[in-house]
């Protein structure tokens, strides 16, 4: 079973928030590529942890801006879009043999949010296209717990509330239900799991250290003023994925929680995201400036912005990395997941191992 995003579900949630302005729905078909590689936080070499993919097949340990605009496909339905997008991958632990097994999902749908006071809707000057060379991150793949009380309203506590999800039960008579960490019970209609990007950059870097520093979040989340030390309003990005684990319902049932992401997490926190931009920004800016218009751009309809050239999505299905840096078996059933990622519970960060000081 391959699950599609929900979108009413997405929709529900983002227009309790407030209204919706100018955006618009990028689906992206399942992993383009699925490895341990992330040129943001590991360039050059192996990266800690196994990540799910999708974008431009130029993807790889040295990714540039340059490399990323002679992608030759994608794996998203916008042309003109050769960005990366990807996150951790899901496994499921066998409760009887504790053998690890990846999970199935139905694709990456890229949400393209006009959000802040810096939007024309809202009486602003307008957002800016991310800039060539611009990436970022949002969660922390050592987080193992929640520390800050909703609504606190720093950055700290917003960079929490960015990281949350929704169990989805709508194909049975139990209620869907927002979670941090994991949910409680199977989620018959798929493990929705969601994240915030941050929309405020200081203007000058287009990265830093901890690859944060240089991005901030709304003061919302999802709306709001930017900080006055990052005065510069983006785009905002919202990722959702939705994993089919009530395929294993019947193996965990009445037992623990088996779920655990692929940076040794069992506990959930740890979900996390990275964006490198590979967009044509005259392309992105002008769907900014201009495809807030018509009732279809207006509901997030990608095709009813004019400046995008649309892909079938039997093409982007089909799209995989020009080259696969780090060939390793990743599906199991196997009695560890790839890389040196032993468990590890928390409540406080975890260590993120390499294979050099490995403890098992």
Known sequence: MVLKPSFVAILASLASVEVANAWFRLPCATPMVQERVDPIISPGKISQHLHSVHGGNSFGMNLTYDLARQSTCTSCEVAQDLSNYWTPTLYFKDPVTGQFEKVPNGGLLVYYQNRG???????GTGLKAFPPGFRMITGDPAKRSKLYPEGLGTQAELAERAIKSTCLRYTTSNPDYDYYGWPTT?????????????ACWDGVNLDSPDHKSHTAYLSQIDNGDCPSTHPITLMKLFYEVTWDI???????????????WSNSDPTGYGWHGDFFNGWDVGVLQNAIDHCNQTPDQLNGIVNACPYFTIIPATTTQACRAKTTEVPESINGPMAKLPGCNPLQYGPGDATLYSTSNCPI
Do not use: I, Y
């Open 246 to 260: 009530t395929g294993f319902a019947s193996r965990w049932q009445g037992k623990p929680w088996p779920f655990v």
């Open 186 to 198: 199977d989620c018959e209609a798929g493990l929705n799991t969601r994240l915030h990007m941050p």
């Open 117 to 123: 006071t810096a939007d024309v809707a809202n009486g």
